[in-house]
């Protein structure tokens, strides 16, 4: 689940997070680890960046020739775009650019190019970065930010949470490689799933579990828990249930997930949910068993099978095949049964999710993908 922080976000549009530097380092390299020809000769955009202020810029900027780029997009909002606007202040280094203007840069966005040595030093890097005002607010939905799109190989971003599905969508059109940050519980999205399902978005190898931690403006509101101010008076907050997103290929995917047989896993598992069982609970509503925890995936089952969603974490295309997710609409041909009133007063949600029957009592589990094991 993810929590209120990112949840309020949402609700609100406080949506600036600003990814930590560390974080986008450690993603890359896998990518880089499993091809190191990724990014050669490609054209990378970070839309919806705030290049003065993310670290996406500062880091394929630094590492612009060790990654063979052949040219680097990065675009931003215009200030009287973003939630929190008051008392906006320009940066030093853009009040100090001979093309400075006060007017364009509250209505206009910016952006900022990389492809050639502008400094004649003999390297091409962040300091050779140059930038002008867009002839709009930098909406990625807009004409121009939609040709800058159409001219990229790779889109990588932490785009707006309250954007998600209109951005990946926007990616999907142009039929882009792409890497960008969400929330985990996009999986269960009717927009996202089908791409899960049909190989053609997994998630990214860096971010599994626990949390993460995004700088945010100072006019953030801190109002929850998990926030920081640190020496030099930044904000940040912990964000959970947040995963990278993407189409580019890496070496985990390929990783096959250890399984153990189904008696061991009941008899000797640490779960205290299923340990002691004689067999796994079969869903009402399914024909399928409930594997309540990914370590607990038996290997002596061939039939379908609901597990979490962070299944998606240690998923091997070449090991498991995504036949479906528990859900109202039956994407799966799994569903054996609907509810009624007659059944349970909360028919409609218990007809959303995979149902355990115990006694007389039906319980919902949380969102389950339906799983099967391939023939190796």
Request: glycine share 6%; hydrophobic share 35%; aromatic share 14%.
């Amino acid at each position: 689940m993810a929590n209120s922080n990112l949840s309020n976000a949402q609700k609100a549009k406080n949506d600036e997070f600003y990814t930590q530097y560390h974080d986008i380092e450690k993603e890359i390299n896998a990518y880089l680890e499993f091809n190191p020809d990724v990014f050669r000769n490609k054209t990378v955009l970070l839309p919806c960046d705030d290049p003065e202020w993310s670290n996406f810029t500062k880091f394929f900027a630094q590492n612009f020739e060790r990654f063979g780029l052949k040219k680097l997009i990065s675009t931003s909002y215009a200030a009287d775009s973003k939630k929190y606007k008051t008392g906006y202040q320009p940066t030093l280094f853009e009040v100090n650019d001979p093309q400075f203007d006060y007017n364009k840069t509250t209505k206009n966005g910016k952006i900022f190019t990389l492809a050639n040595d502008k400094t004649g030093d003999g390297k091409i890097d962040v300091n050779d970065l140059e930038w002008h005002y867009l002839a709009g607010d930098g909406d990625f939905k807009s004409k121009e930010i939609k040709k800058l799109r159409d001219e990229a190989d790779i889109i990588i971003t932490n785009p707006p949470f309250s954007l998600f599905r209109d951005f990946l969508a926007w990616i999907m059109q142009a039929g882009k490689q792409f890497l960008i940050i969400g929330n985990m519980n996009a999986i269960t999205y009717k927009e996202v799933f089908p791409l899960i399902k049909e190989n053609k978005m997994w998630l990214g190898p860096s971010i599994k579990s626990g949390d993460r931690e995004f700088q945010v403006p100072d006019e953030y509101p801190i109002n929850a828990a998990g926030w920081r101010i640190d020496e030099e008076g930044r904000k940040f907050l912990r964000i959970k249930g947040v995963r990278w997103f993407t189409n580019l290929d890496h070496g985990l995917r390929h990783q096959f997930l250890p399984l153990m047989i189904m008696g061991d896993n009941l008899k000797f598992s640490k779960h205290k949910e299923i340990k002691g069982k004689e067999s796994y609970d079969h869903y009402d509503n399914y024909d399928a068993i409930e594997v309540p925890f990914t370590d607990a995936i038996p290997s002596d089952y061939e039939g379908a099978m609901g597990v979490p969603i962070s299944f998606l974490d240690k998923y091997s295309p070449e090991q498991f095949e995504i036949v479906g997710i528990t859900d109202r609409d039956d994407n799966s041909g799994l569903k054996i049964k609907e509810y009624t009133e007659r059944d349970a007063p909360n028919y409609g949600d218990l007809n959303r999710r995979g149902v355990i029957k115990i006694g007389n009592e039906y319980k919902s589990t949380y969102a389950r993908l339906l799983i099967k094991k391939k023939t190796i």
